[in-house]
Each structure stands twice: as structure tokens, then as C-alpha cells.
T-cell receptor, first 114, second 115 residues
Framework: AQKVTQAQTEISVVEKEDVTLDCVYE???????LFWYKQPPSGELVFLIR??????QNEISGRYSWNFQKSTSSFNFTITASQVVDSAVYFC???????????FGQGTELSVKP | DTEVTQTPKHLVMGMTNKKSLKCEQH?????MYWYKQKAKKPPELMFV???????INESVPSRFSPECPNSSLLNLHLHALQPEDSALYLC??????????????FGPGTRLTVT
């Protein structure tokens, strides 16, 4: 069975702190894709990154970085020097090879206080 | 431009009403999706259209009826809804099907309240 676990339900940090959001996945597929989405209070899910199972290179985009480790089935997301605008719910998702379905984790609500 | 638009933003309807949600994308994407999201929960897939044909129906009650009039438009027709259907309804589109690794782009959603 395919599953995504985001064990951290809520995280609260003070601005400028670094924060890491954890994502652990389960799949029997050898080819798969992982995604991170951000959902601010406005409601729209914003695509952040896609990673395929053959690419274990870490990725950095500005203050955002992602650590993909197949050995531990994890795809963690770090925000460096967090800002109030980073406050949102973040979803990690795994693509279902049987169709067009995204399997979402339960989400982590990040609150960045000034 | 990765924009998916949805109308209306908010909708309040009675249990006997008929209403429709509309979604539009002009990115040339060939797959379009409807999701339902309850508060504090992840989105749940309802329907997937691929090349304007319904390819996935996640056992959604018949009071929800999707329609894809053309490659840019996706509608969700609502009839005889229940209060528990109140939720945020999200539309998404992708360039191709998931198997090819394409990410989905989401619209801002329609917040539906059934009274």
C-alpha cells in the first residue's frame, strides 16, 4: 500500500529560525514521484517541488531546500531563516502509479511568529 | 503562466438547489481534476479527466456530476447536496498524466456551504 506520513501536525517557530518538515513515504514502486505543496490561509495549493525516485540530489531554491533519501524513504523540507509569509499548511504527496492520484500526507501546519 | 481559475469563490446553497462550479485553465494541460477538502484535512480526489474524458471517479455520490466541455474547462454540477458536503472544492490541471511525472497546478478553490 502507498502511504505518506507527516508526523508533525503543527510547528510554531519565531521568524528567522530554520525549520524542517518531515515526510516519510511507503511504496513498492521502483519509479515514483514525490511532491511538496504549500497551502496558505487563502486556500490555494501552491506547487513547490517534484522529485523522481531516480534523482537523490538535494535541491535548494532560495530559502527552501529538500533532502531526499531513498534509504530511509524520506523527503524532508527545510526552510532557512523563516518568515511570517511562510505560515501555511505544507503537504507532502506521493504519486500513485496506477493513475492520476496524488496520495497526500496529513499536512504540517507551520506558524511563523514575528 | 501556471494559472487555474475557479468561480465562484464562495457559494452558499440549500439542499434542494442546483448549482455549478467552474474551472478554467489556458496552459494547454490535458488532465484536469476535482478535489474536495475538509478543514484540517488533505485534499481528496473526486474526479480525473484526461483528454476531456472521465478517467477516474473515486466513487463520488451522484449528486456531484462532472463535465468537461472542452480541454480548457471543467465544471462540477451540484444537486441535492447534504450539509456534510460543505467543503473547499479545488480544481487542478497537469500537462500530462501522473505516470509521466507531471505536477498538478491548483486553483484557489470554491468554498461551498450547504444549508
Amino acid at each position: 500500500a502507498q502511504k505518506v506520513t507527516q508526523a508533525q501536525t503543527e510547528i510554531s517557530v519565531v521568524e528567522k529560525e530554520d525549520v524542517t518538515l518531515d515526510c516519510v513515504y511507503e511504496t513498492r514502486d521502483t519509479t515514483y514521484y514525490l511532491f511538496w505543496y504549500k497551502q496558505p490561509p487563502s486556500g490555494e495549493l501552491v506547487f513547490l517541488i517534484r522529485r523522481n525516485s531516480f534523482d537523490e540530489q538535494n535541491e535548494i531554491s532560495g530559502r527552501y531546500s529538500w533532502n531526499f533519501q531513498k534509504s530511509t524513504s524520506s523527503f524532508n523540507f527545510t526552510i532557512t531563516a523563516s518568515q511570517v509569509v511562510d505560515s501555511a499548511v505544507y503537504f507532502c504527496a506521493l504519486g500513485d502509479n496506477q493513475g492520476g492520484k496524488l496520495i497526500f500526507g496529513q499536512g504540517t501546519e507551520l506558524s511563523v511568529k514575528p | 503562466d501556471t494559472e487555474v481559475t475557479q468561480t465562484p469563490k464562495h457559494l452558499v446553497m440549500g439542499m434542494t438547489n442546483k448549482k455549478s462550479l467552474k474551472c478554467e485553465q489556458h496552459m494547454g494541460h490535458r488532465a484536469m481534476y476535482w478535489y474536495k477538502q475538509k478543514a484540517k484535512k488533505p485534499p481528496e480526489l473526486m474526479f480525473v479527466y484526461s483528454y476531456e474524458k472521465l478517467s477516474i471517479n473515486e466513487s463520488v455520490p451522484s449528486r456531484f456530476s462532472p463535465e468537461c466541455p472542452n480541454s480548457s474547462l471543467l465544471n462540477l454540477h451540484l444537486h441535492a447536496l447534504q450539509p456534510e458536503d460543505s467543503a473547499l472544492y479545488l480544481c487542478a490541471s497537469s500537462q500530462g498524466f501522473y505516470r509521466e511525472g507531471y505536477e498538478q497546478y491548483f486553483g484557489p478553490g470554491t468554498r461551498l456551504t450547504v444549508t
